[in-house]
């Protein structure tokens, strides 16, 4: 028993040791970062229609989504947000939100003009995408990681030392901003009946900010 109890108390000694050893293993904490900008190819519009009663609504409504086909947008792409009616006006006007989806084929010079309607009440944009942008984040990512191996390795090379394995992978998102509205464009559509009308206004993609993604991967590399 007394030998087994030894045994037992070396084994675990010895386990101490080796994880004791592996805690005091020398590392080296790096960040790497990494950007990229994306074109959008998608925008999502908000836009806000009225009718003095619900029939007048309904008319409304059913020429917009004339407006909106004939320009390309599908049907899939136009939703219902919101609906609302005004009890203190004197007229009791109601007013409807819904949403739309646009892509690069979209004339917007024509799509802007034909929506210049005295029914419709605002047009606002709620989110520009890129149908890619899943992929973009994940080169992104890569692209910061390999960001932090290269510091690793140039930092230890100074000292004469190498890089080895990595100990510790910890993403930080900084920014993405794939939903938010551009500054110059909102501007632009704040009141859409007042500038559809205007020629030297420009609708289209190549007036939209690119979609900025920007991440850090803070690393621990055993030194070697």
Partial sequence: MKLRHFLLIGLFFITG?????????NFIEVTGIAEMEVEPDEIIFNVGIKGDN??????????LFEILKSNGV??????????HQNIYSKTKIFTKNLQFKVTKKTDMANLFENLNQKWITSINIDE????KIADYRKTVKINALKAAKEKADYLLESMAKKTGNPLEIVEIEDYTSDTV?????????????????????????DNIDNIKLKYSIKTKYEIL
């Fill in 17 to 25: 040791l080796i994880n004791a050893q592996e805690t005091k293993k």
């Fill in 181 to 205: 509205l551009p500054m110059n464009f909102r501007a632009k559509t704040a009141n859409i009946q007042l500038e559809a009308a205007d020629a030297n206004v420009d609708y289209s993609f």
């Fill in 74 to 83: 599908k049907n899939e792409d136009i939703k219902f947000k919101s609906m």
């Fill in 54 to 63: 619900k029939n007048q609504l309904a008319d409304n409504e059913k020429q």
């Fill in 128 to 131: 520009i995408r890129n149908t």
